[in-house]
């Protein structure tokens, strides 16, 4: 049997986005705690028409830029649809970019994304929410992944990622299963963004893994 959508669950989810977008400048942010973030977003399969699609991808590209973030997914605006967008401009110096794989990733839409991991190896940082403002914490996470996905136009995406881009395509794409970093952090790693700055702005997590008492894989 099909699956059919209730029409009137349809009609809401486009009014919902119509309304967020009725406001000016960024959209805002749900935080942690609010059952959005933790419930599976359903697939999107048009609930938005194309004009309303267009407009709620622009508006989650400058709530992302206004954050700043390099990626956001809709259930942190509230809603709860398949959707995310990422960019990462990847200011960072060298030796950073050397350690963390950290390279440019230019602006992309994934609709209905879904990943699975590449080989055995796993790379571990710390990383952060916008969600979860104020604290990051180590996640180990899978070091290349294959990510399937369509974009906002509806063409296939099936392509390998490495390195930080790698890292941002998983967050994002939990985000849609109701998954937050910290169900898969290292919670002793849990530090305040001061902490952060002041003791953990190395390229890796080693000297924080020593000094707050976890293990790093490997
Ligand atoms: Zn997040």
């Known amino acids: 049997m099909a699956f059919e959508r209730d029409p009137s669950a349809a009609r809401s989810l486009s009014d919902q986005v119509e309304e967020l977008l009725s406001y000016e400048g960024p959209l805002p ?5 609010d059952p959005v973030l933790r419930r599976a977003a359903e697939p999107f399969d048009g609930q938005l028409d194309a004009g309303l699609l267009t407009r709620f991808v622009a508006a989650l590209r400058a709530t992302m830029h206004a954050a700043p973030g390099v990626g956001l997914a809709a259930p942190q605006v509230g809603v709860a649809l ?4 990422v960019e990462d401009p990847a200011p960072v110096s060298e030796e950073v970019r050397v350690a963390r794989g950290r ?20 790379a571990v ?14 996640v180990p996470r899978h070091a ?42 290292e ?27 976890f293990t790093l894989p490997g």
């Open 187 to 213: 919670t002793r790693s849990l530090s305040s963004n001061q902490a952060m700055a002041e003791r953990w702005a190395q390229p890796t997590p080693a000297e924080a893994a020593a000094a707050l008492g």
């Open 29 to 33: 942010i749900v935080a942690a705690g």
């Open 82 to 85: 398949r959707i995310a967008v």
């Open 125 to 138: 940082f710390f990383e952060g929410c916008l969600s979860v403002p104020g604290w990051q914490a180590v």
């Open 144 to 185: 290349a992944v294959r990510l399937r996905a369509l974009d906002e136009e509806g063409r296939a995406l099936d392509e390998e990622f490495t390195g930080w881009p790698a890292r941002i395509v998983q967050h994002e794409t939990d985000h849609l299963d109701g998954v937050l970093y910290l169900d898969r952090a």
């Open 103 to 122: 390279v440019p990733q230019p602006f992309r839409v994934l609709v209905n994304p879904s990943y699975e991991g590449i080989g055995a190896d796993r």
